[in-house]
Structure formats: C-alpha cells, structure tokens
C-alpha cells in the first residue's frame, strides 16, 4: 500500500469516527449536545482536524443525515421483500417507517427536521444523494397507484402522511398508541387494490357514481 493510500485510508476513518460519534452523541443526548467541541473530545483529535473534514456542525448533521437514508432505505427494502402481497408489502413499509422514526429520533430529525442543505426535490440545482433516493424508491414501489394515478405522487403523499404520523405522535399532538389504526387507513386509501375495491364496494351498494360523489 503506498503512502498516499495509506492517507486516503485513515482520512476516511477518522470521517466515519466523526460521523459515528455526532450519531452517538445525539441519540444519547439531542443535537443541542453535539458541538464540535465535544466531538474533538469523542474522537480524540482536535478542532482543526474536524474541521478539515467537515465545515462546521451542519456539515456534520448532514453526513448523519445521509448515513440514516442509508440505514432507512435498508429497513424498507426489508420489509417489503418480506411481505407477501402488495397490500401487506405497503403496509409493513409503512410500519418500517414508523418504527425507524420511533427508535432512532435523533438520527430521523438528522433526516427530515432539522434544516440540511441535502437537495431532495427534482428541480433542485443539485441531484440528491443516492441515498435519499433509494429510500423514497422503496415507498414508490409500494404505491402501485391503478386508477391512473402518478406512482411517483403517491409515494410523495405516502411520504408526507407517514412523517405527520411520526412526528404528531412524538410530540403527542396525536396518540402514539394509535398508530396502527391510522397505518390501516393508509393501506386502505393507497393500496394497489384500493381503487378496484372501492369501485367494487359502490356497485354493491347500488350508489354508482352520483354515491361516490355525495361521499
């Protein structure tokens, strides 16, 4: 190995000892906690040694943040290759999600509550992480929209009514031990049979198309 690789190596982990301790040090005590000060400590290097590696404590939450996608798109991958239906395979990733957010809190604000310069929108100027990516692929995978709908918008909508679920139920806005009721209302409203049942249930009821209106 020569000596410049040799550097690259232990660059690396000292980058991944960062990330590692800043992860650590907020699950154990928030991110009102985590300061480049007590990371230097934690790792045992100075200041300017982080800081050759990160520009500062936003960059670090960044990493976090990039690193939880990871570990989130991993967990829904899981879940739904366990599944057995499209139904169940929507709802044990929304029950992944959930209990992602439930276990690890300070690593999911990393992700999605605290502010992070991580582009995510398709119009931004910058193409988002692999990461990130991935892990909204695994909630489009399970939308399977077949009333014509964009797959791709449904897994948004998913997306946003799974983070609501989330973050109402930790700041007890909501509940939390209601949880699998409102995943059940999920499932029913997006999963990829919802649209045939629901027009199955209208011609049973005899309401047609001017009962569906009226509800």
């Not at 230097?40 to 800081?51: F, G, K, M």
Request: aromatic residues 6%; glycine residues 8%; without cysteine.
């Amino acid at each position: 190995m020569s000596s410049t690789e040799r550097r690259e190596r232990e660059r690396a982990r000292r980058h991944q000892l960062i990330i590692t301790a800043a992860r650590e040090l907020a699950e154990a005590e928030g991110w009102d906690a985590v300061t480049t000060r007590r990371l230097a400590q934690r790792v045992a290097y100075s200041q300017p040694v982080l800081y050759n590696h990160f520009k500062g404590k936003d960059a670090i939450v960044g990493a976090v943040a990039v690193e939880g996608f990871d570990d989130l798109a991993a967990a829904l991958r899981r879940a739904r290759r366990t599944a057995g239906s499209p139904r169940e395979a929507l709802r044990a990733v929304g029950r992944a999600y959930l209990d992602f957010a439930v276990a690890r809190p300070a690593l999911y604000a990393a992700m999605f509550v605290r502010e992070t310069d991580i582009p995510f929108a398709q119009e931004a100027q910058q193409d988002p992480p692999a990461a990130p990516r991935a892990a909204f692929e695994e909630l489009a995978a399970v939308a399977g929209p077949e009333d014509g709908r964009d797959a791709e918008v449904d897994a948004e909508v998913i997306w946003s009514a799974l983070h609501g679920l989330a973050v109402l139920a930790r700041s007890g806005r909501i509940p939390p031990l209601r949880q699998r009721e409102r995943l059940d209302a999920l499932v029913e409203r997006f999963a990829p049979d919802a649209a045939g049942r629901r027009k199955a249930s209208a011609g049973q009821d005899g309401s047609g198309t001017a009962g569906a209106g009226g509800t």
